[in-house]
């Protein structure tokens, strides 16, 4: 089973950047879509982006759009999440998941979970 670590979270200003990765490692499928989440305290985990292993495919939360850009590096089976123009509201922990599909006009995770990296945005 595909085996996931996320990593480059911290804190940062309002209005600042951070760029999260994933790394995958293991049985990856160039038709799957890996996912970002993010879940802040007392809520729900909720969809942030996703991008398919081949393709320009790529699907964003109506939160983020224009801000966040996710992409890939198939050679190093690694996922990104260029976080710009950040917010309050994006402090959560992010966690990336292998498998993601569109339900209908939601996404949704049935594959692995990375561990998680927390995002602090704070003056």
């Known amino acids: 089973q595909v085996q996931l670590d996320e990593s480059g979270g911290g804190l940062v200003q309002p209005g600042g950047s951070l760029r999260l990765s994933c790394a995958a490692s293991?049985?990856?499928?160039?038709?799957?879509?890996m996912g970002w989440f993010r879940q802040a305290p007392g809520k729900e985990r909720e969809f942030v982006a996703a991008?398919?292993?081949?393709?320009?495919?790529?699907d964003y939360a109506d939160s983020v759009k224009g801000r966040f850009t996710i992409s890939r590096d198939n050679a190093k089976k690694t996922v990104y999440l260029q976080m710009n123009s950040l917010k309050s509201e994006d402090t959560a922990v992010y966690y990336c998941?292998?498998?993601?599909?569109?339900?209908?006009?939601?996404?949704?995770?049935?594959?692995?979970w990375g561990q998680g990296t927390q995002v602090t945005v704070s003056s």
């Open positions: 991008i398919r292993w081949t393709g320009d495919v790529t």
């Open positions: 998941n292998s498998d993601s599909r569109v339900r209908g006009t939601s996404w949704l995770a049935f594959g692995s």
């Open positions: 293991g049985r990856t499928f160039s038709n799957y879509y």
